[in-house]
């Protein structure tokens, strides 16, 4: 599973750790990402998304067809 979430568009952030001894060395900060299955009634099926808990938070606050309806305004395939 890619860390990308379709609703909210998060990704991977980078930087450096910074030792005790000040040497720096690259990483990153993967989202919070889950696989998660919704209802889409319009359809009469199920749909599954990687979304953030910020992408959850909008589902439940837009709802689930609105929120289809954006991410296929955006080009990508459900």
Known sequence: MSAFCQVTGRKPSFG???????????????????RKTYYLASEGRNITLNVSP???????????????????????KI
């Not at 450096?16 to 889950?34: A, F, G, L």
Request: proline share 2%; charged share 30%.
């Open 16 to 34: 450096k750790s910074v030792s005790h001894s000040h040497r720096r060395t690259s990483r990153r900060w993967n989202p919070n990402i889950q």
């Open 54 to 76: 910020k992408g959850m938070k909008t589902i439940d606050k837009n709802g689930i067809e609105a929120v289809v309806a954006q991410i296929r305004a955006r080009g990508e």
